[in-house]
């Protein structure tokens, strides 16, 4: 049977103050009244029936993602005691899938992106599925047809088609975030995509390769599933790493008897990651401002404007150009947009000056 994993872990700390410690970003409900990971859930629909995907995320936020998500099983939202990067994620939602059916094939799809068309993507994911149940050692990443030479996102290097299935490619490599140059050069060649970070396999096929690579990590994520008692015990002590680093690079280096393929993803692929890639989801003014909330703007430009303090509270600027301005009911910041990315270093002197309350 198919199932997905929807990985709603992480804080969210680029996009402070909106995304606050119990509040992070994917439940954030910026887009019409809905949140990335509600996104995330209706790109499912059609897919999977609703007591066939889960929820990988934080335990303190569990009963946000129940309210957010009302159509899942209770047993559906696994609630990781804290965060050990995204192998540990896949690797304990796996196990939990082949414990509810050993022949099960889990995609593993991310709750921080914005995704158009959806048919597109239902159409990849199931060409995924059928890649991942024909080939029983297949680990299916997904690749995004690129755009532009993004220097904010990994690559894949497509290797020679999979026979049967047009369009999809064994991966050669996976790339690092690169300079402009070099991703420049990658869009010349017609041979890379961006890395998706969402996965496609039978769940006995990743525990299988953790088993010849980490081992321990294998043997935790199942005694956790036979024993749900001891998660607090036992999770905490797994290797902190990611699913690329500790699966992926090294099965498409041969290091495994996995087959590491990818199947392209033709569509509009945002990844919101900070206030710039935020920005380009909200409305925008005739000066170029994007704006969320009550906000007025004189002589002001280029400017990324977000109100969540309430309808009593009015954000107002005059002579800005291309500044980040975020207002909320406890903190507000003010940053120039060339410095957005810093917002994570500025989170650390907050709870460290102010108290972890306003981080």
Not at 46 to 67: M, N, Q, S
């Amino acid at each position: 049977m198919r199932y997905v994993v929807i990985m709603a872990g992480g804080s969210g700390t680029r996009l402070w103050p909106l995304s606050r410690q119990g509040r992070p970003k994917q439940l954030l409900e910026l887009f019409d009244g809905r949140s990335l990971l509600r996104l995330a859930y209706e790109r499912l629909v059609g897919l999977v029936e609703p007591d066939h995907i889960l929820v990988c995320t934080g335990r303190a936020y569990a009963d946000d993602v129940a309210r957010q998500l009302p159509e899942l099983p209770h047993g559906n939202i696994l609630g990781e005691p804290e965060g050990r990067d995204s192998l540990n994620a896949v690797a304990w939602s796996a196990a939990e899938v082949a414990h509810r059916d050993a022949d099960g094939v889990v995609a593993m799809v991310t709750a921080d992106q914005v995704i158009s068309p959806v048919e597109e993507f239902q159409r990849s994911l199931r060409v995924a599925f059928e890649v991942a149940e024909s080939r029983p050692m297949a680990l299916v990443t997904l690749g995004v047809v690129p755009t532009s030479p993004h220097t904010g996102y990994g690559y894949l290097h497509r290797a020679e088609e999979v026979p049967g299935f047009p369009g999809v490619h064994r991966v050669a490599q996976f790339k690092e975030k690169p300079s402009r140059e070099v991703a420049e050069a990658y869009l010349a060649t017609g041979e890379y995509w961006w890395n998706a970070g969402m996965f496609v396999w039978r769940a006995a096929t990743l525990l299988g390769q953790l088993d010849q690579l980490l081992p321990h990590t294998a043997e935790t994520v199942r005694t956790i599933v036979a024993q749900p008692e001891r998660l607090d015990e036992l999770f905490p002590k797994l290797t902190r790493i990611s699913v690329d680093y500790a699966v992926m690079e090294p099965a498409s280096a041969g290091r495994t008897d996995g087959e590491v393929v990818s199947v392209p993803l033709a569509i509009d692929w945002r990844d919101v990651g900070g206030f710039v890639s935020l920005a380009e989801l909200l409305p925008h003014d005739a000066h170029g401002n994007a704006v969320e909330g009550r906000a007025v703007s004189l002589d002001s430009a280029g400017c990324v404007v977000i109100n969540t303090a309430g309808d009593e509270h009015v954000v107002a600027t005059i002579g800005l150009e291309d500044h980040l301005v975020v207002a909320t009911p406890t903190a507000t910041l003010v940053a120039h947009l060339g410095d957005a990315e810093r917002v994570k270093e500025l989170v650390a002197i907050v709870r460290e000056v102010a108290g972890p309350r306003f981080a």
